[in-house]
């Protein structure tokens, strides 16, 4: 089945760590975005991707790091400068990066909580 | 720049009475426009989304959309709701910046069913 893959499902951060959330995708995407979702804030966008090694910067972007070294893969890692990281993130994929966009297609979901 | 809003960040309705989720939205250009269901703990999943082509959209699970460019609104409308309804609504529109396309979304609509 083609589709988006999100892991893990739920991810602890301690104060100070790194940790990285992955997402895969195996529709032939060129396209994949990473978002912040906070209850009442709807969804926030923080990096984006239209093709391989290149991406970039969302309305969020401080505190988080990206990199796609292949068109399946779009890991996002947030860092210790991300000082309020308890969300849930989002990660989707378009088909092209050129012309307008027609769907988003979305992941599960990753809960990251701060212990 | 495209942006929407979404009136109302919580509606209740009686199971069997209509549903109606308001959305508008303000842009330079011709939009595209996009209703996701986000369920518990989920990622988004579209509903019906509006291309330019007719104006009235029906979408799964019963939803219907219509694109008004005169009040520059595009609410989400079913007929009768069920319990299974109850999720998350959000609106969204298509925005090309300089460095790619992304899509905007809305603040969000919670949508309670009461039996």
């Known amino acids: 089945d083609g589709g988006i893959t999100q892991s893990p499902k739920y991810l602890f951060r301690k104060e100070g760590q790194n940790v990285t959330l992955s997402c895969e995708q195996n529709l032939n995407h060129d396209a994949m975005y990473w978002y912040r979702q906070d209850p009442g804030q709807g969804l926030r966008l923080i990096y984006y991707?239209?093709?391989?090694?290149?991406?970039q910067k969302g309305d969020i972007a401080e505190g988080y790091s990206v990199s796609r070294e292949k068109k399946e893969s779009f890991p996002l890692t947030v860092t210790s400068a991300q000082k309020n990281p308890t969300a849930f993130y989002l990660c989707?994929?378009?088909?092209?990066?050129?012309?307008?966009?027609?769907?988003?297609?979305f992941g599960p979901g990753t809960r990251l909580l701060v212990l | 720049a495209q942006s929407v809003t979404q009136l109302g960040s919580h509606v209740s309705v009686s199971e069997g009475a209509l549903v109606l989720l308001r959305c508008n939205y303000s842009s330079s250009v011709p939009p595209y426009l996009f209703w996701y269901v986000q369920y518990p703990n989920q990622g988004l999943q579209l509903l019906l989304k509006?291309?330019?082509?007719?104006?009235l959209v029906k979408g799964i699970n019963g939803f219907e959309a219509e694109f008004k460019k005169s009040e520059t609104s595009f609410h989400l409308t079913k007929p009768s709701a069920h319990m299974s309804d109850a999720a998350e609504y959000f609106c969204?529109?298509?925005?090309?910046?300089?460095?790619?396309?992304?899509?905007?979304f809305g603040t969000g609509t919670s949508l309670t069913v009461i039996p």
């Open positions: 991707s239209q093709i391989v090694n290149d991406f």
């Open positions: 989707a994929s378009a088909g092209r990066y050129t012309g307008r966009l027609e769907t988003q297609y």
């Open positions: 969204a529109v298509d925005r090309y910046a300089n460095t790619g396309n992304q899509f905007y």
């Open positions: 509006y291309t330019s082509a007719a104006t």
